[in-house]
């Protein structure tokens, strides 16, 4: 081979099978909770198969996919020092042949897999055994049943998996295989625990469903908390990941994402403080990442305490002409509300019960109904309200309030001053009240 080819050439991956019939073998690797093909098609002659290419496979777990009646599969590891291997192997019962050279974490992977699925078929057969005991007794586990002694060896093999793992973590520290098996039951962890089981700087953890399902579980230990907290274990997350730049992208860039797309009361908030501190000041985002995000953000934060609330025209639910909600206050109360929603209910009655003290203090009362039908029945349903206030809503959804209001539950309401600041929020019928036994005279 010339010297210009084997220089260009910067992973191959052979593959030599026995009792092979020539077939699609497919290249793909993990990434979160799915794969996606790198390869579409191995080079093959006779039984030998390969891939090759310019340009390093970036680290992860790697699928070979042999196409065919059966569809065999086997996984790999790949990191900067394992972008050559040779793998063989009878594809009757891969794993138990499997031998591999140019990469002593593969030969271990392998070796791991072949004891976990010897610890894995032996607890299944207990757990078999368990079980015709069980039907023979109605369910029942009598002491001196043999099904106790079962449970007894199901929980040391159980025991014995556990060593196994942290045995083979222990031989291998600092490599991928000992990254990767760390990682694998973080989740399963205490929140502050499972960061001591990821190593940032291990770039192949992003191409695994590991570190997938932990973050899973970061949002989802987190996500009843206050907007305070999730934002504080958003940043501890986030420095922790800058280790390695390919990790603090991803997982800065995932939280972002959730954030975006999940709507509670406060995320508002987080997505502001995540666009704010980690992307619109990041001088190498590319423009149209960044005009998406501002534009986003800029929305997000027009709800928020202290910013100016945005301007929307919507139409007066009764009277039919529309207006700019924000036009002609001094101090102004906006509430969404829902029909049939029972907090809704308790906050008009609060505001109904305290109107003329409200309008003596010169606050001016706006409601919105928030429900998605038509004119018509909205019309209806305020009607039957019998507001003393003015009420508006937006049918079409053209005024685009719910983004910019962020009205993701109701009742919530807005206390904005004469220059069309927010000064106040509330959600709920009981801070709707506190705030109006504030501000009433």
């Known amino acids: 081979m010339p010297m210009a080819a084997a220089m260009a050439q910067d992973f191959k991956i052979t593959m030599k099978f026995s009792h092979y019939k020539p077939q699609k073998v497919r290249l793909t690797h993990f990434f979160e909770d799915k794969q996606y093909l790198d390869i579409d098609s191995a080079q093959q002659n006779g039984n030998t198969v390969w891939f090759e290419g310019e340009g390093e496979l970036y680290p992860g777990i790697y699928s070979i996919i042999l196409e065919g009646d059966d569809r065999q599969s086997f996984e790999i590891l790949v990191d900067h020092d394992n972008q050559f291997m040779t793998l063989k192997c009878d594809v009757q019962d891969i794993q138990k042949t499997m031998k591999v050279t140019g ?12 004891s976990m699925t010897d610890f894995h078929r032996r607890r299944a057969d207990l757990d078999s055994a368990k079980k015709k005991i069980l039907d023979t007794t109605g369910g029942r586990i009598p002491d001196s049943s043999k099904a106790k002694v079962y449970d007894d060896q199901i929980d040391k093999i159980t025991d014995q998996i556990k060593q196994f793992c942290a ?14 098996l760390d990682c694998m039951d973080a989740s399963d962890l205490p929140l502050e625990e499972m960061y001591e089981h990821i190593n940032f700087a291990q770039k192949g953890l992003i191409r695994t469903p590991f570190l997938y399902k932990a973050l899973f579980k970061h949002i989802a230990r987190g996500i009843e908390q206050s907007h305070y907290e999730i934002m504080r274990q958003s940043d501890m997350l986030i420095n922790r990941a800058k280790e390695d730049d390919d990790m603090y992208h991803y997982i800065s860039g995932y939280l972002l994402n959730f954030y975006r797309t999940f709507f509670k009361g406060g995320i508002n908030e987080v997505f502001v403080h ?4 980690y992307f619109l000041s990041d001088k190498d985002l590319p423009p149209q990442n960044r005009e998406m995000i501002q534009q986003q953000r ?21 009277e039919g002409d529309s207006i700019n909600i924000l036009d002609d206050h001094d101090i102004l109360f906006v509430m969404f509300w829902s029909n049939g929603c029972g907090h809704c209910d308790a906050a ?18 706006i409601t919105v109904n928030n429900d998605k039908h038509s004119y018509e029945t909205l019309r209806a349903n ?16 053209t005024s685009r309030y719910r983004e910019y209001y962020y009205v993701v539950s109701t009742p919530i309401l807005y206390v904005i001053n004469s220059k069309n600041r927010i000064i106040q929020k509330a959600v709920g019928e009981d801070q709707i009240e506190e705030v109006v036994m504030q501000m009433k005279k």
């Open 103 to 114: 990469s002593e974490i593969n030969s271990r992977f392998f070796d791991y897999q072949r």
């Open 167 to 180: 045995k083979t973590i222990a031989e291998n520290k600092g490599n991928f295989l000992a990254d990767m």
């Open 274 to 277: 995540l666009a704010d501190k």
């Open 298 to 318: 800029d929305i997000y934060a027009s709800s928020i305490v202290g910013n100016l609330a945005h301007p929307v025209r919507m139409r007066k639910t009764v």
């Open 348 to 365: 008009e009655k609060v505001l109904m019960e305290n109107y003329d003290g409200l309008t003596k203090a010169d606050i001016k009362i």
């Open 382 to 397: 305020t009607v039957k309200k019998d507001f003393p206030w003015l009420d508006v809503c937006d049918a079409e959804d």
